[in-house]
């Protein structure tokens, strides 16, 4: 009987879910957008215990340049820490990255094969004027690339130190495939990068991460890097969780955005299902002479809320993920985020089933008209 009553009001029933699926699906959108950054940035930092790098500038701005070659580096680390660093048996790998270069505006990364075995999941190794190009850089194998120091396609300085790609890594779906490898001694001895640094060569960070994975043995690891002068050391999971802090309010934003969408919405079925009542007065009486409880019309209606919300709801869903399925491509070439749009994030199911308890709480003033009508009147063609 609901279902056949949405069907008797289809334009004003599809305008009515409609305006409820959009709330979802800029809500799904947003839910979809939070879980996949996320899983990117963790991602990123996974087998990277801690990061030293230079002694100026913040902890996000050192994470931000290490892992994810966005900003400047907040200094250099000494050549001759890392070889101490490298040394430390509690140490699994101490792995340096060197940055500053690009091509095309990929970030052009000087490091070792360690980066390549832990970080990349491949095999080879590094030097020899080869590369191995990220799965986003746009590079294939045997292509020729050469640095630009300043970040303009016709700077000069490398023009004579062309790198070949000697291989494309596996795709990660991290930050790690929007850059491109080579050598570090290759990289910090290219043509205006010597000298650049007093006392000698120096890196832009190191990675590392212990043998035992202990907290026992990072924190006071850690501890002595942070006291002594020549470098700082974070942890880049609690900076990750403090970035998330900073940048969370504006997903917060649009989620208030999306469920005030989907309260208005639900304002919108009352609405729509009151309004209906006064037409329906004298199908409703019939029922009722025909022998239908009150409980049967009030729970009629109230089954015709929540089957509006619920199929706003899950055209909502498809709305939501249909576009992230559509503008993954995009949105990973862009941001190197990789959107998953046919998996539901936690939140989702519940989603629906809230969405179900607003309709039948939309349905609620409706219904309980419908139950006051009076059968005699309702026949009453006078009425």
Known sequence: ??????????????????SVALGVALLSAVLLLEAAARDSYAGTARGVEAIVGGTKGSRIDLVLAALFHVGRAPGR???????????DDRLAYAIPVALGDTYRGVAIVGTTPEFLVHLLGMEGGLGGGEAVAGADTGLDAGDRFVPSHTGLEDDPTHAHE??????VAPRTGTSHDRA??????????????AGLEQGGDAVTAVLLRTRSGSPLVLEPLLKEINDGD??????????????FDLIGAAQRV?????????????IGVAVSLYLSMNDRRREVALLRALGATRARILATVLAEAALLCGLGALLGLLLGHGGAALL?????????IRLDGLGLTPPEPPLVLALLAVGIAAGLLPALAAYRIDVARGLDPLA
């Open 1 to 18: 009987m609901a279902w056949r009553s949405l069907r008797q009001r289809a334009l004003a029933s599809a305008l009515t879910g409609l």
């Open 77 to 87: 680390v000494p050549l001759a820490l890392h070889g101490r660093l490298a040394a």
């Open 162 to 167: 062309p790198f070949t790609v000697r291989a």
């Open 180 to 193: 491109i490898y080579v050598g570090l001694h290759e990289f910090l001895h290219l043509r205006g990068h």
């Open 230 to 243: 020549e470098a700082q050391a974070v942890r880049p999971v609690q900076v990750i969780a403090e970035l």
């Open 254 to 266: 649009l989620g208030w955005v999306a469920w005030l969408v989907i309260a208005v919405a639900a």
């Open 328 to 336: 993954a491509p995009l949105v990973e070439a862009r941001g190197g």
